[in-house]
C-alpha cells in the first residue's frame, strides 16, 4: 500500500513539474525550432514539370542493374533449395531402402 502511495505522489510530482529540454527551453519551443530549421533546409520543389531527359545523371536510378541483381538472386535461392531438397529426398530414399532390406 506504502508503494502505491509513492507511486501516486511520484507520478503527480512528475505531472505538475514542467518538462524542460536542454538550457531550459521547453520542447514546444525546441520542436517548432526544429521544424523551421527542417523546412528551410529542404530544397524547393520545382514549380514546372521537368522531364527525364533534364534531370541530373546522379538522380537517376540504374534500375537495370538492380533488377538483373533481384532476378539472380531469386534464381540462386530457387536452385539452393531444390539442391537442399533433392539431398534431403535422396537421403530419406536410402533410409527407406536400409528400412526395408532390414524387414526381409
Keep these: 500500500m506504502r508503494l502505491l502511495r509513492l ?3 511520484v507520478a503527480a510530482l512528475l505531472a505538475a513539474t514542467p518538462v524542460t529540454g536542454r538550457a531550459g527551453v521547453s520542447p514546444d519551443v525546441a520542436l517548432a525550432k526544429s521544424d523551421a530549421l527542417a523546412k528551410a533546409e529542404q530544397p524547393q ?3 514546372e514539370f521537368v522531364p527525364v531527359d533534364e534531370v541530373p545523371p546522379g538522380e537517376q536510378i540504374p534500375a537495370i542493374n538492380l533488377v538483373a541483381a533481384a532476378y539472380g ?3 540462386l535461392a530457387v536452385l539452393g533449395y531444390v539442391w537442399s531438397i533433392s539431398r534431403r529426398l535422396r ?3 536410402s533410409e527407406i531402402a536400409d528400412l ?3 524387414r526381409k
Design 91 to 93: 537421403q530419406v530414399e
Design 7 to 9: 507511486c501516486a505522489l
Design 100 to 102: 526395408e532390406a532390414r
Design 73 to 75: 538472386f531469386i534464381w
Design 45 to 47: 520543389p520545382p514549380k
